[in-house]
């Protein structure tokens, strides 16, 4: 304390502290001075730097706003391009789906159109096979399949030939029945039609193996139709009644067809019996024949009453003429009276309209001339 004092109180010591402070000053200042001049160069280079760093951030900095526009324009574009497109497969899809909505429609339709042909076709085909079932029942029993034949061999006969040309189960004088007999003229005289066949051995023919198996179905075939021809030659060819043929009928042409291809000496063997072998076509052919001979041997019988027919015919014919010229003559007349009325019609009418005009010139020069 008392130091402080007498510093305090010593204007010398006051001012050389003053002095030295000042001194310590400017030494602190020279250098501060000193190394700031030491330091100004490397902060101006930083300074520049930095300052050039900021122009080349804001180059960038606008360089990438240009690149984010561009992007931003070029990804717009894209979008853009990208929803036409997208729009066009778009329609394009929706055209192709509607057409093949329109098709796959029409193709069920018709689809549907064909099956229900289809099912009308399977009824059908039902309907066939219960038919088939039937027949084959019917066939399968010798005296129904016989009651098939006769009715067949009754309707190709009745639309062949007048009812009064034919009798169905007749009786002949040996007493056998036949199904049908055709009354034909003399020669060659009423003809027999049997309507049996042997069914059983063609199924069996047909139901065979080849080999042996075939062969004697052939052979049991063969000697079940010579059989059936030598009796239908033994029952229904009757001298001095009957004609010296009789026809076989066969229900079936696949029979008929088989006899014919395969066993040509069965056929022959017929024909020496005099006894043919026809199915439904050949039949119905025979008959068709057979009525064109009916139908001229009718023709002869009658030929007097139609050369009598034709006299009455011929003397109707003169009378007629006699009668159209009586006629004639009687219109002949007829047209000469209306000619002369209409000459009096007309002179009537003269004479009607001079009467009106009172103009009796002409009609004196009539009276005197009818006074002459």
Known sequence: MGDAST???????????????????????????????????PLMQLARRVEALGEGQER???????????????????????????????????????????RTAHSLGELQERLKIIDKAQDKISRLSGDVLSLQDILSNKQTRGAF????????????????AFTLQATLGNGRRADCLIHMPQPPGPIVIDAKFPLEAYEALMRADMGEQKTRAAQAFRLSVRKHLRDIASRYIVEGETADSALMFLPSEAVYAELHANHPEVVREGFALRVWIVSPTTCMAVLNTLRGVLKDARMREQAGAIRRELALLASDVDRLGTRVGNLDRHFGQAARDVAEIRISAEKAGNRARRLDAFDFSEGEEATRVLHR
């Open 60 to 102: 960038l900095a606008g360089g990438l706003h240009h690149v984010t526009e561009a992007q931003l324009q070029s990804q717009g574009a894209m979008m853009e391009l990208m929803e036409k497109r997208l729009a066009e497969v778009q329609g394009r899809m929706s055209e192709s789906l509607h057409g093949s909505a329109r």
């Open 149 to 164: 034949g006769e009715i067949q061999l009754n309707d190709i006969v009745g639309k062949a030939l007048p009812p009064d």
């Open 7 to 41: 510093l305090l109180n010593d204007p010398r010591l006051l001012v050389g502290a003053v002095l030295a402070v000042i001194l310590l000053a400017m030494v602190l200042s020279i250098r501060a001075a000193n190394r700031a001049a030491r330091l100004s160069g």
